[in-house]
């Protein structure tokens, strides 16, 4: 977890207690999974998984037995959290929570390893957290990408161009108008948009997001076996609660049925609270 669960204190991980500030050219950024942490003593870990371990972390890892950033959510200095520019991506609680719940079910629960499920793990808290961490603190903002009408950031930051907008995309926007959508998100980090962005339908791209995805077995499947990214033959129409409540109760009875619900429940005010910085088209 970049951003330890259940209130846990987030304490700096011990890989990244030495990375100094300035340290690591663009390329080798890449090369090292974004961090540029060769020669810290440890043994470099996946491109994906951003950090060098000396060795295997305990179970559970945290809190770990190191220093604390003030008002920093993360297990991650900000020194290395300020050379990225952030991205939050939302969904509806009650489409999300269905989502990681059937994951945790039979049949796919003996694909994804996951016989348990934790409400705790739906992120939102998490993501608002960090998310509040980043505004608030000059990391992004003040400008928000494409939304006129996003809350705007107050206090010490709220005057303090951070040269990065704010960008929230919600996923039933971008599954609306793709294009519409990503062509605005381009804009705001610096990209040129093309059209084969929305398009993976070759072979090399298909194989490289089977092995990107390897360790998540069952978790991506949908997306996985996708090709490319058009707007929905119809656009994403609102459904009431009871209309999800039923069509829970049709795929996992009413003891699913209401943990989904409660879950979703709890998550909805702050999946709105961020849906107010989304990215309009």
């Known amino acids: 977890y970049v951003v330890p669960p259940e209130d846990q204190n987030p304490c700096v991980a ?9 340290v690591g050219t663009e390329d080798q950024l890449n090369k090292q999974g ?8 440890g043994t470099d870990s996946p491109p994906d998984s951003a950090v060098s371990m000396e060795s295997p972390p305990k179970s559970p890892p945290f809190p770990y037995e190191t220093r604390c950033e003030p008002k920093n959510p993360t297990i991650v200095p900000r020194e290395v959290l300020e050379r990225f520019h952030f991205t ?13 719940y059937r994951c945790c ?9 996951f016989k348990e499920f934790n409400p705790s793990e739906a992120g939102y808290d998490e993501l608002k957290k960090f998310f509040d961490y980043c505004k608030d603190t000059g990391l992004v903002g003040p400008k928000v990408c494409s939304n006129p009408d996003a809350p705007q950031p107050t206090g010490a930051y709220g005057e303090k161009d951070s040269g990065v907008e704010i960008c929230v995309i919600d996923a039933d926007d971008l599954l609306d ?10 804009v705001s980090i610096g990209v040129d948009f093309t059209p084969d962005m929305l398009v993976w339908d070759n072979d090399e791209d298909q194989e490289y997001v089977k092995e990107a995805f390897a360790k998540w ?3 991506h499947d949908d997306a996985i076996k996708s090709k490319d990214l058009k707007p929905r033959a119809h656009k994403h129409a609102p459904k009431s609660d009871e209309e999800f409540y039923n069509e829970w109760m049709e795929k996992y009875g009413k003891d699913g049925a209401d943990i989904i619900k409660k879950t979703a429940d709890a998550n909805v005010a702050t999946y709105e609270y961020l849906k107010q910085y989304a990215i309009k088209a």
């Open 14 to 22: 011990p890989s990244l207690l030495n990375v100094k500030r300035g």
């Open 177 to 186: 108008d793709p294009e519409g959508i990503l062509r605005k998100y381009c």
């Open 34 to 41: 974004g961090l540029g942490l060769n020669g810290l003593g």
């Open 217 to 219: 077995d069952g978790w």
């Open 105 to 113: 079910v039979p049949p796919l629960m003996e694909r994804s390893g």
């Open 88 to 100: 939050f991506l939302i969904r509806h609680p009650n489409r999300s929570i269905p989502s990681y």
